[in-house]
């Protein structure tokens, strides 16, 4: 098993420009969640998914949108890039009904800059 | 609301030395509560979870135990070593329809051989 899968690494966007960032997992797990990690501060949840078709806003999710056609794919879109996006991106997935005591299973995250 | 506080940071050890890394949580219900690592360059993986309280978590050498009465989940490990350099994140999570892991800011620890 690959696990969770993140593409790009690395991106440079220029303010205004769109993007969208690839997740993937292989364990046939329902749940799948995006944070964003700025320096010095925990993660802070964008977006999540219980299962495909269904999505949900998080704590931050303004300037995000996202999508779940599959059970593998979680892709997060940002439509007009601004500076404050400026962070490190990390999808996860768990698997258990009861999400509340499963673990989170993390990718290995997609650093954006906006210049 | 709920939140997870930890000690601040960095925290620099010597190799063989004793870590604690202290959690406290603040939470409306009865979360389940976890330590998160994250080595450099990587994504964050589990290190420890405990579900209930009294309950003790344990991996590679490191505990956390569920303590209700003080609303805490503190990390230690009884030696350390280089490798075990990294950033440690408690977090909590309620479940019941509220699908959020809430992070503390996290810690980094830097063992020196």
């Known amino acids: 098993n690959a696990g969770v899968t993140q593409t790009p690494k690395f991106r440079i966007l220029k303010i205004g420009q769109s993007m969208t960032l690839q997740c993937t997992q292989d364990?046939?797990?329902?749940?799948m969640y995006w944070y964003r990690q700025d320096p010095g501060m925990g993660l802070k949840l964008i977006y999540y998914?219980?299962?495909?078709?269904?999505?949900d806003k998080g704590e931050v999710p303004n300037g995000y949108n996202v999508s779940r056609s599959t059970t593998e794919d979680f892709p997060l879109r940002l439509e007009l890039a601004a500076p404050s996006q400026t962070s490190v991106y990390f999808c996860?997935?768990?698997?258990?009904?009861?999400?509340?005591?499963?673990?989170?299973?993390f990718g290995p995250g997609t650093r954006l800059t906006v210049l | 609301g709920d939140s997870v506080t930890q000690m601040e940071g960095p925290v620099t050890l010597s190799e063989e030395a004793f870590l604690t890394i202290n959690c406290t949580y603040t939470a409306t219900g009865y979360p389940s509560l976890f330590w998160y690592v994250q080595y450099p360059g990587e994504g964050l993986q589990l290190l420890l979870k405990?579900?209930?309280?009294?309950d003790k978590g344990s991996n590679k050498g490191f505990e956390a135990t569920y303590r209700k009465e003080t609303t805490s989940f503190h990390l230690e490990k009884g030696s350390v070593q280089v490798s075990d350099s990294a950033v440690y994140f408690c977090a909590l999570h309620l479940g019941g329809g509220s699908e959020k892991l809430v992070f503390g800011k996290g810690t980094k620890l830097t063992v020196n051989p």
């Open positions: 405990a579900t209930k309280a009294d």
């Open positions: 998914s219980v299962g495909a078709g269904i999505t």
């Open positions: 996860a997935s768990s698997g258990l009904a009861d999400s509340s005591t499963d673990t989170q299973y």
């Open positions: 364990m046939n797990h329902n749940y």
